[in-house]
């Protein structure tokens, strides 16, 4: 007799995402993702720290919500309250933050609060391909602002906001990464970041700050968030632990007015976050922070040099880039014209994989197309330069550049 | 100057849920919520693994997905399939089985996959709040099929879906606690798990069994899951971590066919599960899961018989209740007419806390509301003889029973 299989496409929901394909793998010159390097994961110090967590409190992973309510671990909100003020100048109480599974988990929670479909967001034009994605599967129109070497013109935004205005369409937010751009690795000036508040209080439209890199500033100095200017509830401002310490960690944070983070709460049905891990990375932040950050931005600081004089020699003059002051991620334009999804497959049977401009923007059809994403926290300085040189030739018998 | 505030509820989405209210904190005699026993928290071998595991693959947390690739770490889904087969009777390979978020994350997976609003999914008519508020969420119908001693009623299954078949109406899929029921304790006999998949087989209808309480029968033999009579691809199976270890893992996982997995997978949209827990978690089972298990199901039949003799020395025999043989709840009914929701307030004054009926049931206006669900894992002994000892004061003030 025959299986009779059931057939689950007939029971699918409408306007699925495409499903998933197999997974590729991890490539020999990984240049997508904001992975880190695999070689400053302080693992001693993560023995170290979930050893003395667990000693201390691992009896309450018995009883859900134990370590602090459903907001999170009340440890890591005591260590985010202090890097806050000290390092972004943001001064809020822990009952104004939020522990989530990384600052994806945040941005859905914002997004299942304020989009309906039809609704209107405000984004960098080019921006994180995930925060693109995940308004778009709300059905929300996005709307890209250009950007210069000092991130988004805040005066396009005004003017923006002002023809929308006139069509009776306020949008949701505004969402920004004013601290070491995905992808463009500019940072806001302080200027602009008074401006754009001023902006966002005159249209009544909030800003979203996503500042997942901002630990990562290795040249100058940096910028104070977006956040630390406003008393008047204008800005929610999400950051992670992906860039600073791991991925693997899967945590981030929201910082919001106590309002909205109680109607985000009531859609966090998730049954809390880990319980695990934030016993670790609170023990571990709260004496290693400082140490151990300077030896993440030195070790990007090497390698962005790395891959500049890599690319510079290489692809040769005809690739334009802005120098990052921070983060682990560069973009590089090629002349108008050039397909940059064209090299992709050739590139990875080379081993070499990265992102090509145009899923990074808000506007694909008309802008990023000529650029492509380079991440370079997760290869060493002798993999960037091989895959430089292998995604060189690519492009060359690709696109006939260099 | 004042300050201008942003009214955020201008920009909610439409039909959100109520916002949460502040955070209660943790009652002495807390009844409600699957804890565990903070007791039987392993302290010593959550260390131990942890350790060894960051040392061996520590590194990989560097990388997102790198320790088995978007479906999860791999040894610990190897470790289901060696526990799937030998404890459960489900052959399938680690490409079938996906760690997620706690089950909560795989029950929001298959439900953002298959419910569109309008949808109609089958219950128990008592069964896991968080399925029944979930479905709802989707705007889809729940029809809940009466229980007996021995679980879902599948003759009563067989004519509800002829009846909605006559209607036009195939329901996305039959939820189902088959071990150790949540909440009557209930255990499905082989012979209707195998009637259950005949009628999801005729009609075309999935089922979705759910064994978060599967490892804690303490009790008499085991029944093999459902999953383990299909060979049509008729069930998706899912589990947890929370019970047989801890909630603060906040682990569970699917078993379901490639296709639909791949479009789950699509949906999964929180760039991977934490990797640092399943590190532990895999190493810890691997190597002292029956040992552990054991431990947990003694604690958990000690705990049941204290429950059974103090609800029967302070309530007497006005409340009736099926005596489980597993699990970590209870289920007991008084008499017709009693509102166990009433004295909710008054308990949690004298430091009780428990859940009323109403809110396990698919159709609380007719059926659940003189019930009151106890969970038991939690307290300790004298804990539960106080806690009951309070709790029938607390009644029979407020509803006059006993």
């Keep these: 007799m025959a299986t009779k299989g059931l057939d689950y496409s007939e029971l699918y929901a409408k306007d699925l995402p495409p499903a998933a394909g197999p997974w590729e793998g991890v490539y020999p010159y990984n240049f997508t993702t904001g992975h880190g390097s695999p070689d400053l994961i302080p693992i001693d110090g993560f023995i170290e720290s979930v050893t003395r967590a667990l000693k201390r409190e691992g009896r309450n992973l018995a009883v859900y919500y134990s370590n602090g309510g459903p907001m999170g671990n009340l440890a890591l909100r005591e260590f985010l309250v202090k890097k806050l003020r000290k390092y972004r100048g943001i001064n809020v109480t822990v009952d104004e933050v939020m522990i989530c599974s990384g600052s994806t988990q945040c941005i859905l929670l914002i997004n299942e609060t304020l989009l309906e479909p039809g609704d209107t967001v405000i984004t960098e034009m080019f921006t994180y391909a995930g925060a693109l994605r995940n308004a778009q599967r709300r059905k929300a129109n996005t709307i890209g602002i250009p950007l210069d070497d000092d991130g988004m ?101 929201i910082v919001a007015p106590q309002g909205v983070m109680n109607q985000m709460l009531a859609s966090k049905i998730d049954v809390g976050t880990n319980m695990v891990t934030p016993l670790m990375v609170a023990d571990f932040l709260e004496n290693n922070y400082e140490e151990h950050i300077e030896t993440v931005r030195d070790m990007l600081h090497r390698k962005r040099d790395v891959l500049i004089a ?14 990052p002051r921070g983060g682990m991620l560069m973009w590089f334009k090629f002349p108008e014209g050039v397909d940059t999804s064209k090299p992709l497959e050739a590139a990875k049977k080379e081993g070499v994989i990265y992102n090509p401009g145009a899923d990074w923007s808000a506007d694909p059809k008309n802008h990023g197309s000529n650029y492509i994403r380079i991440c370079y926290g997760l290869p060493s300085e002798d993999q960037i330069r091989g895959g430089i040189e292998r995604l060189a030739k690519v492009f060359h018998q690709e696109v006939g550049i260099p």
């Design 153 to 253: 013109r805040v005066d396009i935004l005004e003017s923006t906001l002002a023809d929308l205005r006139s069509k009776g369409i306020r949008p949701k937010y505004i969402y920004t990464i004013p601290t070491c751009q995905n992808p463009t690795g500019t940072n806001l000036p302080m200027d602009r970041r008074r401006e754009m508040l001023r902006i966002s209080q005159e249209y009544g439209v909030p800003i979203l700050e996503d500042e997942c890199y901002a630990d990562l500033i290795f040249d100058g100095e940096w910028e104070h968030a977006i956040r630390s200017l406003d008393d008047t509830n204008h800005v929610l401002h999400i950051g992670s632990f992906s860039k600073s310490l791991a991925p693997g960690v899967r945590l981030g944070y």
């Design 310 to 323: 890599s690319v510079r020699e290489h692809f040769g003059p005809t690739v334009e880039f802005y120098e």
